[in-house]
């Protein structure tokens, strides 16, 4: 405990941007509970694993992970300090008490549905050890607390607010519908009260972030249920608010109403991720994905005519159970048709207690080689796409010093890290920049000549992000 009678917290966050995003309200919360958020768990009082469970890998990670914190619990220990030791996110769901088993140091586990119950379950864990992975019928949201200014300011010009939680696809190679339940909507004044904040402080960019978030389908002020669309059309209608996105979508939630959001809204960035998994039909189906090849590139067709500037993204799984080589061929053959601007690619993790575990799987050197000719072509392609932004100008948010002295880095529309000489008083702003080099992880621009004199800084933003 520090000298003031604050204890410091530290939290690590491993998997999607839920659990960055949980993350961050879990030390909101703990913030009124009198713990001070650090960077390092050296000296921390408290350290949050949050925890993801998607693939073996991820999950197997918090392991290795509780290791390292055991001997830094033993040396606190041995200095007369305790430190308290939590498991969070969707592990912490999967396998709650096993995690007490396997891990001794561990003090507290509680599942993504819990998070407003953190307070109460850290002064309990002082005496024994807790878990709590209930699905409770109270809303979490409402009880987590809200981010102080500072934290705010901390975080940057670029944010997320989960609109959506849990899913009921029941995708064949998915945990989500286990590890956080079913399909739960935020009402949409709570969200705007929550990106009006965030706007209010500094911030600029807005994801608008669930694991099915198009399915989207919260209360709306007029007392009837709102698709995303409609409810990005009110988002952007907030003061400050510059730039909008959302992720991650199923194409069988893809309404007309994202595809007017796409055409009308300036603010909603041209670029979509929407994962295709395989190129495959019979793979789509054992994958109970409910859509066909034809009909996903129908969808990015219709997209692209509402907004012809549409970057895509998308996630692929390679050696599914039961793929041959032309099912892998057709995934490949997608992936150079559509041209995706990138994609994520994963070899298939059997996962407990979901159907495609128990089908024959494909033995682990074909996933390892299949895996390697689709990140290739991925990679050209989206080499390709950079390679054909140079010498075009992009709107870059900058959000905060880059690489070298002097300069700062932001975001293009399409995600992409631009390094660009600019003052720091351009924080926060959307500048328009001349791509003139294209690097393997960023792109390298310049200011047009007037900018620098032209823009005053935001005096909301003049500190922020450094
Ligand atoms: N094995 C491999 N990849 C998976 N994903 C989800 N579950 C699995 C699994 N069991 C991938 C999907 C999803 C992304 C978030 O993770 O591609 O879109
Ligand atoms: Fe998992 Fe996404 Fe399928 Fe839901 S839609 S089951 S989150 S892969």
């Known amino acids: 405990m520090g000298m003031n009678g604050r204890r410091k917290l530290h939290v690590k966050s491993f998997g999607c941007q839920m659990n960055v995003y949980d993350s961050h309200r879990m030390a909101d919360t703990l913030a009124a509970e009198g713990f001070d958020e650090a960077d390092t768990p050296d000296g921390a009082d408290l350290v949050i694993l949050n925890t993801c469970h998607i693939r073996e890998k991820a999950a197997e990670k918090v392991y290795s992970e509780l290791g390292r914190l055991r001997r ?6 041995r200095d007369g300090r305790k430190v308290m030791i939590a498991v969070a996110g969707c592990v912490a769901q999967a396998e709650g008490e096993e995690i007490m088993r396997r891990a001794p140091a561990v003090d507290l586990v509680v599942g993504p549905q819990s998070y407003h119950r953190l307070p109460d379950m850290v002064r309990r864990a002082a005496d024994r050890r807790v878990v709590d992975t209930e699905f409770p019928v109270e809303d979490k949201f409402d009880a987590l607390a809200a981010p102080s200014r500072d934290a705010i300011r901390m975080r940057g010009v670029s944010a997320f607010v989960t609109v959506q939680e849990g899913c009921d696809k029941f995708c064949t190679f998915c945990v989500v519908p286990y590890t956080r339940g079913a399909e739960f909507s935020r009402p949409v004044d709570k969200i705007v009260t929550e990106v009006a904040r965030l706007a209010a402080a500094g911030v600029r960019e807005v994801t608008l972030i ?7 389908h919260g209360g709306g002020p007029d007392g009837r249920p709102w698709t995303l669309g409609r409810l990005l059309h009110r988002v952007a209608e907030i003061e400050g608010i510059a730039r909008l996105r959302y992720t991650t979508s199923h194409p069988r939630d893809m309404d007309d109403s994202l595809l007017a959001a796409h055409r009308d809204l300036p603010a909603l960035m041209p670029y979509l991720h929407l994962p ?7 793979i789509l189906d054992a994958m109970n994905r409910r859509h066909t090849c034809a009909e996903y590139l129908e969808i990015v067709e219709r997209m692209r005519a509402a907004r012809p500037d549409l970057a895509l993204s998308s996630d692929f799984i390679v050696g599914f159970p039961g793929e041959t080589e032309d099912d892998f061929r057709a995934t490949m053959d997608v992936v150079a048709g559509v041209g995706f601007a990138g994609a994520f690619s994963f070899k298939y993790s059997p996962r407990p207690g979901t159907p495609a575990a128990a089908m024959e799987q494909v033995p682990e050197d074909t996933k390892a080689e299949r895996l390697q000719r689709l990140q290739r072509t991925i990679d050209r392609h989206q080499a390709a796409f950079n390679a054909g932004c140079l010498g075009k100008t992009l709107d870059v948010l900058f959000e905060k010093p880059g690489k070298r002295p002097g300069q700062l880095v932001g975001r293009s529309p399409y995600l992409q890290p631009v390094q660009v000489m600019a003052p720091a008083s351009l924080i926060g702003e959307v500048v328009p920049v001349v791509i003139t080099e294209i690097g393997s992880n960023s792109l390298f621009g310049s ?3 007037s900018t620098a004199d032209m823009r005053a800084p935001m005096p909301a933003l003049a500190s922020a992000g450094a």
């Open 72 to 77: 830094l619990k033993e040396e606190a220990a």
């Open 276 to 282: 295709l998994q395989s190129g495959s039909d019979r």
């Open 447 to 449: 200011l047009p000549h």
């Open 210 to 216: 669930g694991q099915n978030v198009n399915a989207y």
